[in-house]
């Protein structure tokens, strides 16, 4: 009997011991599950959320326009000189080399045009005492380098117009004054893609992600801006806009559809003194519409914060603008930024880069509405009103009055 309770108890502690490592297994399992999703969601889907921004990181625009007529893209030549300035270094360069190329060689056809007319050429057999148009062209070749010399003035002295033929000195003159204009259009477009300020806002820098957190006893979105040169940027303005899609009163769907948001820091939000990284930040308040967003509810938000900094270039006074957008996965609720200005033993300050993106996680109210509605609570206690220590005793009272 002894020995049948002992088999009874090793059986039932064996059946234990598998239901136990049955459930971890389904515990295990469900981790690793939760864990694989969390990975797909994060990978795949987020990359496609963050696809879909109007502005990327860097500042360029992610739109394409569609069904545009004929007619309208003329006027795209009609502004030629804009055209040329904003196409690509490749398509620049292959326009600047055609565009000499096929002037010299086109003129070089004219000039064995007139050479072949006048019967300059030595395929005519001219005579001892023929004066040629212009001396020493034989062939294609030679008429080619005259165009070459005449336009760009190199003047070797071995080919020269005489005052045989009018219509060589008329496609001298004409040679010469398109010339002038063909570099004075190339050069300048050179010139001026290389000094636009698009390049001078390189250097302008915005932090990875913006944070949201307590900063002077109100909850603020913050974003930090750093210029990396010591150069400044004279009459800076930090501005915002809110994309997101919003339904009107009437019905009607507006895809981006833009809401201001005021960026400040403590000097103002105008003409700053930028030789340090500057903390920017948004007041959440009543009138801002991330009031009514929780940071529970922040990640399945479908919106795009873009921000400008437009300013002034100091050594060459041209206006330039700095953008960057974020989305909702980059908007870290309950951090802020770790410091990154220090003092050093000499007396200079330093700054530390290292730390630019760099989050640190402090307690923050989970939204805009609690911090206020706390606010509130405390003032109306300071007041008297709603005091949890007052207590109302009723008192009944007789009439011992008798008639």
Known sequence: MLESLNQSATSFSLRARKEVGDTDGRVLTERMFKHLQKWFVTHFLGHSRRRARLVSKDGRCNIEFGNVEAQSRLIFFVDIWTTVLDLKWRYKMTIF?????????????????????????????????????????????????????????????????????????????????????????????????????????????????????KRGGKLCLLIRVA????????????????????????????????ININFVVDAGNEN???????????????????????????????????????????STSATCQVRTSYVPEEVLWGYRFAPMV???????????????SKTVEVETPHCAMCLYNEKDAQARMKRGYDNPNFILSEVSETDDTKM
């Open 97 to 213: 080399i055609t565009a000499f190329l096929g002037s010299w060689f086109f003129f070089g056809l004219l000039w064995y045009a007139v050479a072949y007319i006048h019967k300059d050429l030595p395929e005519f057999h001219p005579s001892a005492n023929h004066t040629p148009c212009v001396e020493h062209i034989n062939g294609l070749t030679s008429a080619f380098l005259f165009s070459l010399e005449t336009q760009v003035t190199i003047g070797y002295g071995f080919r020269c117009v005489t005052e045989q033929c009018g219509t060589a000195i008329f496609l001298l003159i004409f040679q010469s004054i398109l010339g002038v204009i063909i570099n004075s259009f190339m050069c300048g477009a050179i010139l001026a893609k290389i000094s636009r300020p698009k390049k001078r806002a390189k250097t302008i820098t915005f932090s990875k992600n913006a944070v949201i957190s």
């Open 227 to 258: 210029n990396l040169r010591k150069s400044l940027l004279i009459g800076s303005h930090i501005y915002g806009k809110l994309l997101k899609t919003t339904i009107t009163p009437e019905g009607e769907t507006i895809i981006l559809d833009q």
């Open 272 to 314: 700053l003194f930028f030789i340090s990284p500057l903390t920017i930040y948004h007041v959440i308040d009543h009138t801002s519409p991330f009031f009514h967003m929780a940071a529970e509810t922040l990640p399945q938000q479908d919106f795009e914060l873009v921000v400008f900094l437009d300013g002034t270039v100091e």
């Open 342 to 356: 220090s003092k050093t033993k000499e007396g200079k300050y330093r700054v530390d880069f290292h730390n630019f």
